[in-house]
């Protein structure tokens, strides 16, 4: 058992990054700002190892989120002086190679630091035998028991590749409170500490439906988990810091990217459904009663394959005869193609007004979208005959930009392997390498059976007006897959929400859903509902299926719909 803070019962873990190319002084911020135990750092996504995928290709001395050392360049000595451990998973397809940059960088700033790094995630030589194909990368998520070793053998930082985003805070409680494999309750509240912060500032008010009510908005501060021994924890930022922390602006990071009320991970599968939120102050919002279950026998596995080259250009059609103008571009530019690609898309965005005050509100917007796996298609070819189109087509011909070169895109797929397949290692900071076994008792995902609903809220009168008059939404991607979750305040409202808001009316409210599988999970005790639409985002957010490739604003425009909701719960 690791001692990470002077508090046994209380470790505090920060977040300072929750994409790569977050906020470059974060770290600074948050080892400057108040006191820390730990500081960790998520710059992976989905879309991310593309990008180190392709930075690999180019040099495979390179692959890790290189941003993480100019942030460290700056303030290492500050987090050794002040005893802070540092967990990150900036290693992304390289962590030994970034371990191996960060100990050169203590070399050249003077500095004396144990330096440890987790690896095994990386299963690109093992993918045909795996039967996961040929992908450009292939990273199994690893859990938080690697991170655990490292940090009792005494590192001050952690390095590591592809782990699940909360492994970065589970990883350090468990080493500070000495839990073991099958402490399921405690391991999932950390799992839910550590989603909670993972994303940064969307915990501090940052893409909250409800933003007007937050009073400092303009650099909204970093989240803290304060965990403690049994695995509830309370959600904080430093003192001064803006934003702010809320029930509210807590729920909505809880519904960000989620499934079911099973949240599966390799370590515990936690159950959302048995979380409890509760105000325990200014900015502090205390998360108890989570409960988990044995993880399932099998872990996910990212998988990034180069899809080929895409192009789009896109023409802004003005004034009258928008549709007829659409089509004339549209029929002139596949009739001229001298060969057609492989992929052809075409959508129309009417954003034009009768009789507009302005030339660019009375403009629609006419998007071409094309994929092949010639870049030559896409590239010189396409380019070259929608300029060729200037001074023969529609009347007002123009477009937001010049024609580009076709660039190669990426798919996203999830794949699974079995568990003991994945060799999870430690490389402590002497060097020597510890494997980690994989989770000694397993279950099999299964669904939650929907929970009993409560009796539909009575009412007379309704008005009809924005969804979001009373609903918070969320949403976000997960490979070609978009969740919205989306919940109320009120008991009352929720009696209304959960028996108003099924599949068939998110079908009709969001049209793009309408022939698409559409799953609703309950959650009552978050007064919430969540729904996975499957293949909106076609094959992921790399392959740009949509101008909204990750799904960012679809909450918000469902917030927008008009619903016809009770008057005695509207404000």
Known sequence: MANLGADPEILRIGNCSGFYGDRASAMREMLSCGSLDVLTGDYLAELTMLILGRDRMRDPALGYAKTFL????????????????????????????????????????GLTAKIAHVEGDDLLPRAPELGLGTP?????????????????????????????????????????????????????????????IECGTQATGGNFAFFTEIPDLGRPGFPIAEVRRDGSSVITKHDGTGGAVTVDTV???????????????????????????????????????????????????????????????????TGLDIEAKAQLAQRQLESWLPVRPAELDWSLSRLDRPDAETEEQASALLRCVVRDPDPEKVGRVFSSVAVELALASYPG??????????????????????????????????????????????????????????????????????????????????GGNANIGVWVRTDEQWRWLVHTL????????LPETAELTVIRHVLPNLRAVNFIVEGLLGLGVAYQARFDPQA????????????????????
């Open 70 to 109: 100019r942030q460290l360049e700056d303030c290492f000595g500050v987090a050794l002086e002040r005893g802070v451990r540092i967990v990150v998973n900036a290693g992304g397809l390289n962590p030994a190679g970034l371990a191996q940059r960060v100990g050169e960088l203590a070399d050249t700033l």
């Open 136 to 196: 450009l990368t292939a990273n199994a998520y690893l859990g938080a028991w690697g991170i655990a070793e490292a940090l009792n053998a005494g590192a001050d930082i952690v390095v590591t590749g592809r782990v699940t985003d909360a492994a970065l805070a589970v990883g350090p409680a468990a080493a500070h409170f000495g839990w073991v494999r099958d402490d399921y309750d405690a391991l999932a509240g950390a799992v839910v500490a550590g989603h909670v």
């Open 251 to 317: 729920q909505a990071q809880l519904m960000y990217e989620v499934q079911s009320a099973r949240y599966a991970g390799p370590d515990v599968t936690t159950r959302l459904d048995s979380i409890a939120l509760a105000d325990a102050g200014p900015d502090r919002v205390l998360i108890s009663g989570v409960t988990g279950e044995a993880p399932p026998p099998r872990l996910k596995v990212s998988l990034n394959t180069l899809g080929g080259f895409r192009n789009e250009m896109t023409f802004v059609l």
């Open 397 to 478: 011909f123009t477009l937001t930009s010049p024609p580009g070169k076709g660039a190669p895109y990426g798919v996203f797929t999830a794949g699974y392997v079995d568990a003991g397949e994945v060799a999870h290692t430690a490389v402590l900071p002497d060097g020597s390498r510890i494997p980690v076994a994989p989770a000694g008792q397993t279950i099999e995902l299964a669904e939650v059976p929907t929970p009993e609903l409560p009796e539909p809220l009575p009412y007379n009168e309704t008005r009809r007006a924005p969804l979001g008059t009373i609903a918070l939404a969320r949403s976000g991607d997960k």
């Open 502 to 509: 099924t599949v068939d009316q998110l079908r009709r409210l």
């Open 552 to 571: 960012k604003g679809l909450g918000e425009w469902l917030r927008s719909r008009h619903v016809d909701i009770p008057v005695e719960l509207l404000p």
